[in-house]
C-alpha cells in the first residue's frame, strides 16, 4: 500500500493467496471539503513483474450518535431503585440530551442521572463508547405515555449544530414508553381497599400489608366509617359506609414519597406514616404530589402524621401549603386539625406552617428532628449551618435573625409560634434549639401588641376530639366566696401577657435552652393559665446537655415547686 493506513496481510505468497486488506478508520470529520475523502491504493505484484492496483476510498467520519437500543419499554411503577434504564451510547461529538413527547413539547418524568458519565473522545473522530442512566417517574394516569430521549450534537461551548445531511452519518433517537396506571376501581370502598394494598406494597411495609382474603372491616390499623358517625357535625352520607375514615401505614422501608393511590383515600380524617427504616439516612426524599389531591377547600383531612419518615425542609412541594404554590393562595389543607412531624431531620421550622395556610390546626408537633445525638454542641466538628445540615434538629433556628431579640445572637425559641393562637398542643422536644425563652417585653415587643388576661377570660381548647372550656375565674376562687374579688383583682394586676392562649400541652424538653426563666419576667409562660397542664417540670424547664457556647442546658430562677402559681390559681392546687 502507498499510505500508512492500508495494510495488507500476507505480504507476500505465491500461488493463489487470499489477502486482507486492513484499513485504519477514519481520524478526522466530514467538513463538506474536498478533503473529506482520503485515497490509497493497494499493488499487487507478480513474479513476471506484472502489477495490479486496487484503489481504496475512504470517507471522513459523519457525525455520529448511534444507540444500541432506540425503543424501550417501562412499567407504570416500580420501586425507586428500579426506575431506571440504560441507554449505550456509540458518538463522535458532544451532545445534549432532551426529553419531548409526541408533539415536541417537553417532558418531566424523565430525567439524566445526574451522576452519569462524560464522553471522552479522546480518539479524534472516531465514535467512542459511553452508557447513560435515565431515571423515569411512575405513572399515576390510566393511559399510557411515550416520549422521546432526543440527542442534539453541541459544540465545545453547549452550543447545539445543526449539521447538513450530508454530514451526517447517523443519530439516532430513543422511543420511551410508558404503560398506563391501574385504573382507580369505580366504587369507591373498592378504590380505598386497592389504595391501601398498592400504597402497602410501594412502601415495602414490613407486615406485607394486608390480606385481601379477608373482609376490609378485619384489616388491622384500618377504621372504616360506619352507619351514624359523623363528619363536621353531620351524619354521613350513605355512600361513605365502610369507606376507609383513617389508615396507619408503619415500619416500611422506602426512598420514595406517598405513593399515588393516597388519593383514592378521598374519605379519610386520618392517615399516618411512619418508621421508615434507617430514615436519619434516607436522602432527597419528597411527600410527591399525590398527598396534595386530598387537599381543597372540601378536604376531608383532618389528621395527618408523617413521622420518622426522613423528611427534610425540602421535602415539600409549595402547593403543600397553599393550592397554587404561592404566598397569597388558598390553603391546601384548611379543615386539617393535626400535623405531626416528629423524628425527621429538619433544620428549622418552615415558616409556611402558620395559622393563615392552617387555619383549623390545633395539634402541631416537630418532636425528635436530630440526626445524629450530639449531648456537648460545643465539641462537636461542625457549627452554625453546617452543623444544621448535618444534624437537623431545628438548629437553623438558632441562626434565624427572627428570634434574635435587641442584637443578640444564638436564640432558637421561634419566636413566629406566639403568633399561632388556635394550637392547643405544640410539641418541640427533643431538638437542638438553644439560648434563652423570650421575656414578657421581649414578647411584647416582638408580637406589636397583645392583651392581658383578666379573670374574666376562657380558655377554650380540643380535647378528645371535643372543645372544652375552662373559666379562669374558677381556677382563682370560688364564685361568690369571701376574697374572690381579690382574687380575681390580684391575678388581674399581674398583667401576664395573653400568648397560646388555647395551649394545653406544650413541649420544649431536651433541648439546649437555658437563661433565666423567672416568673417575674416569664409570666407570659410562668403563670399561663394551663401551665399545670403542660406539666412543666418534666416538659418545659428539663433541659439536657451544653450549647453552643459551652454553657450547660439549665433555667436559673426556676421555682423549686409550683406554690408561687397555685398561691395565684388558688383552686388548681386542690384539682391537681
Wanted: some cysteine; glycine content about 6%.
Amino acid at each position: 500500500a502507498n499510505v500508512p493506513w492500508i495494510t495488507v496481510s500476507p505480504a507476500n505468497g505465491n500461488g493463489s493467496q487470499i489477502c486482507r486488506i486492513i484499513v485504519d478508520s477514519a481520524i478526522v470529520m466530514k467538513d463538506g471539503s474536498d478533503q473529506d475523502i482520503r485515497r490509497g491504493t493497494v499493488t499487487i505484484e507478480a513474479d513476471n513483474w506484472e502489477t495490479r492496483d486496487i484503489a481504496v476510498t475512504q470517507q471522513n467520519y459523519g457525525y455520529t450518535i448511534a444507540i444500541k437500543d432506540t425503543e424501550i419499554d417501562v412499567p407504570d411503577y416500580e420501586a425507586l431503585a428500579d426506575r431506571y434504564f440504560n441507554v449505550d451510547v456509540k458518538s463522535n461529538v458532544k451532545f445534549e440530551v432532551s426529553f419531548l413527547d409526541a408533539e415536541g413539547n417537553p417532558v418531566d418524568w424523565i430525567s439524566e442521572a445526574e451522576d452519569n458519565p462524560v464522553l471522552d473522545l479522546n480518539k479524534g473522530a472516531r465514535p467512542r463508547n459511553v452508557s447513560l442512566r435515565f431515571d423515569w417517574d411512575i405513572n399515576s394516569q390510566p393511559s399510557g405515555r411515550i416520549a422521546s430521549v432526543r440527542f442534539t450534537p453541541v459544540d465545545d461551548n453547549g452550543t447545539p449544530i445543526n449539521p447538513s445531511e450530508s454530514l451526517i452519518t447517523r443519530i439516532d433517537q430513543v422511543k420511551v414508553t410508558q404503560t398506563s396506571a391501574a385504573a382507580k376501581p369505580e366504587d369507591p370502598r373498592a378504590a380505598d381497599s386497592s389504595a391501601l394494598v398498592a400504597i402497602a406494597r410501594a412502601l415495602n411495609v414490613w407486615s406485607g400489608g394486608w390480606d385481601t382474603s379477608v373482609r376490609m372491616e378485619r384489616w388491622e390499623e384500618v377504621d372504616l366509617w360506619e352507619e351514624g358517625d359523623l363528619h363536621d357535625g353531620k351524619v354521613i352520607d350513605e355512600s361513605w359506609i365502610g369507606r376507609v375514615r383513617g389508615a396507619r401505614f408503619f415500619m416500611f422501608n422506602t426512598d420514595d414519597g406517598i405513593p399515588y393511590q393516597v388519593s383514592w383515600l378521598d374519605a379519610a380524617e386520618a392517615l399516618e406514616f411512619y418508621s421508615n427504616e434507617n430514615h436519619t439516612f434516607r436522602e432527597n426524599i419528597k411527600i410527591g404530589e399525590y398527598l396534595i389531591e386530598l387537599g381543597g377547600d372540601d378536604s376531608n383531612l383532618k389528621r395527618l402524621t408523617i413521622a420518622a419518615y426522613g423528611l427534610d425542609n425540602n421535602s415539600f412541594p409549595d402547593t403543600f401549603f397553599t393550592q397554587d404554590g404561592t404566598d397569597g393562595g388558598e390553603p391546601t389543607f384548611p379543615n386539617l386539625e393535626s400535623l405531626d412531624l416528629s423524628s425527621n431531620k429538619f433544620q428549622y421550622i418552615d415558616k409556611r406552617f402558620n395559622q393563615r395556610n392552617f387555619p383549623k390546626l390545633h395539634a402541631f408537633s416537630m418532636r425528635n428532628n436530630q440526626i445524629h445525638v450530639i449531648y456537648d454542641l460545643s465539641n462537636a466538628t461542625t457549627s452554625g449551618e453546617r452543623f444544621a445540615e448535618e444534624n437537623g434538629g431545628l438548629y437553623r433556628e438558632n441562626l434565624d435573625p427572627e428570634n434574635q431579640v435587641g442584637g443578640s445572637s444564638g436564640r432558637g425559641f421561634p419566636l413566629r409560634l406566639l403568633r399561632w393562637e388556635n394550637l392547643d398542643t405544640l410539641e418541640l422536644t427533643l431538638n437542638y434549639l438553644e439560648g434563652p425563652i423570650p421575656t414578657d417585653d421581649e414578647v411584647r415587643d416582638y408580637l406589636g401588641s397583645v392583651a392581658d388576661w383578666t379573670h374574666n377570660d376562657e380558655v377554650t381548647f380540643v380535647q378528645n376530639g371535643e372543645e372544652s372550656i375552662i373559666n379562669i375565674s374558677d381556677s382563682l376562687a370560688v364564685s361568690g366566696s369571701t376574697g374572690a374579688q381579690a382574687a380575681y383583682d390580684a391575678f388581674d394586676a399581674l398583667q401576664v401577657p395573653k400568648v397560646l392562649p388555647r395551649l394545653r400541652v406544650f413541649s420544649l424538653n431536651m433541648n439546649r435552652l437555658s437563661g433565666a426563666l423567672d416568673p417575674d419576667t416569664h409570666k407570659w409562660l410562668m403563670y399561663h393559665p394551663l401551665l399545670d397542664w403542660w406539666e412543666p417540670s418534666t416538659f418545659i424547664f428539663n433541659q439536657e446537655g451544653t450549647d453552643s457556647d459551652g454553657n450547660t442546658a439549665r433555667f436559673t430562677g426556676v421555682p423549686a415547686d409550683m406554690d408561687y402559681y397555685y398561691g395565684i390559681y388558688t383552686n388548681k392546687r386542690f384539682a391537681n
